[in-house]
T-cell receptor, first 115, second 115 residues
Framework: GAVVSQHPSRVICKSGTSVKIECRSL??????MFWYRQFPKQSLMLMAT?????????EQGVEKDKFLINHASLTLSTLTVTSAHPEDSSFYIC???????????FGQGTRLTVV | AQSVTQLDSQVPVFEEAPVELRCNYS??????LFWYVQYPNQGLQLLLK??????LVKGINGFEAEFNKSQTSFHLRKPSVHISDTAEYFC?????????????FGGGTRVLVKP
């Protein structure tokens, strides 16, 4: 299958700072990317869907000004957690789908800890 | 709206014993069904999917699942587990046939294989 790389795999940041997470499709052009969040011992919840070159569509209850998503190229989408708080600590996972693929592939995930 | 219920949050099982993970869903429209596996601190890997056709679906690593429309279930089975099957398993539904597109996940079932 296609490869999606997510970076960093782990990050610890101080409360009030911003953190950027990258999601890259390594061997295909990702026209659509999805960002999920997984709290400890809970399931994955879709946060937003982004299509290359357009604004992301956020799920109900997800603050778009806090979770900034940029999908400026066909191989890269970024999620920036702004003014992070301890309650933002979670496992963030992206998935990417290409124009010619019918399946979306998941990145390895990023564990964010806000202290 | 869709929802997915995984009835067991944890399933301990001895090596070489069979395992069944239960999944029930609800939806007002036709859905497509998926099972994913998540190893510790990793992203999700698609095990198998049901789109149409035969209700018995075979996936990777010896897993299979059976779609039962009348019972709205999609239980996952493996006749003989290995230590390496220790992981968390997620059942998911989508209105799209393309795996990984906008998914609704169940709460997950943690499988612990004991020697």
């Amino acid at each position: 299958g296609a490869v999606v790389s997510q970076h960093p795999s782990r990050v610890i940041c101080k409360s009030g700072t911003s953190v950027k997470i990258e999601c890259r499709s390594l061997d295909f052009q990702a026209t659509t990317m999805f960002w999920y969040r997984q709290f400890p011992k809970q399931s994955l919840m879709l946060m937003a869907t982004s299509n290359e070159g357009s604004k992301a569509t956020y799920e109900q209850g997800v603050e778009k000004d806090k979770f900034l998503i940029n999908h400026a190229s066909l191989t890269l989408s970024t999620l920036t957690v702004t003014s992070a708080h301890p309650e933002d600590s979670s496992f963030y996972i992206c998935s990417a789908r290409g124009r010619s693929t019918t399946e979306a592939f998941f990145g390895q995930g990023t564990r964010l800890t806000v202290v | 709206a869709q929802s997915v219920t995984q009835l067991d949050s944890q399933v301990p099982v001895f090596e070489e014993a069979p395992v069944e993970l239960r999944c029930n869903y609800s939806s007002s429209v036709s859905v497509y069904l998926f099972w994913y596996v998540q190893y510790p601190n990793q992203g999700l890997q698609l095990l198998l999917k049901y789109l149409s056709g035969s209700t018995l679906v075979k996936g990777i690593n010896g897993f299979e699942a059976e779609f039962n429309k009348s019972q709205t279930s999609f239980h996952l089975r493996k006749p003989s587990v290995h230590i390496s099957d220790t992981a968390e398993y997620f059942c998911a539904v989508s209105e799209s046939a393309a795996a990984g597109n906008k998914l609704t996940f169940g709460g997950g079932t943690r499988v612990l294989v004991k020697p």
